[in-house]
């Protein structure tokens, strides 16, 4: 095995050595193999920074008391959410998402929005949301240090298409879908 490698290195060492003798090859390798080096070093700090600034989803939230820890799953405060939000029927959730950045919560929530009766907009929706989040997260987990909490507008339909989505609503962290239409989201 190691004639064969040697054999591979030896011919591989001397088209090398062929082709860097011809100038026009002799530039063609150099951009080659500084392009290459350029990728990696690029990878290399991206990786880097993602891993230092980056900000992780969570599988569940932890807060800290004189007496110890409450860990609560990500999937208990998604119910609870859902549950609290029903009170908003402009818009439908789709999935919450709850990322942690050096030991500061933020939230996403992936919605629907529908045009009902008497039906607000969305940044009133918003306004009066936010706090209603803070405050249940607060109330129920303890959790008081959310940095942000953002809401993304994936979808819109009609009050009537409101009854039919429950069939096509995406599980919030399965991600499983009941229909195509649904996937799209």
């Given amino acids: 095995m190691e004639d064969v490698t040697e054999d591979f290195m030896d011919k591989a060492l001397e088209v090398f050595n062929e082709l860097w003798a011809v100038e026009l090859y002799r530039g063609v390798i150099l951009a080659v193999g500084g392009l290459l080096a350029l990728l990696i070093v690029y990878w290399i700090i991206k990786l880097i920074v993602f891993v230092k600034f980056g900000r992780h989803r969570c599988s569940s939230v932890s807060v800290k008391n004189e007496r110890g820890s409450i860990v609560a799953s990500c999937e208990t405060i998604t119910a609870v959410l859902r549950s609290e939000l029903k009170k908003f029927p402009e818009l439908e959730i789709r999935r919450i998402l709850i990322f942690c950045k050096r030991g500061v919560y933020s939230m996403e929530l992936r919605c629907v929005y529908f045009k009902v009766e008497n039906f607000r907009g969305v940044p009133e929706l918003f306004s009066a949301m936010e706090p ?24 819109s339909g009609d009050f009537d298409e409101l009854n039919s989505v429950d069939d096509l609503s995406i599980h919030a962290d399965s991600g499983n879908a009941a229909s195509p239409e649904a996937r799209r989201v």
């Fill in 132 to 155: 209603l989040i803070r405050e249940r997260m607060k109330d129920i987990f303890g959790l008081d240090n959310i940095a942000k909490v953002d809401i993304r507008i994936v979808g």
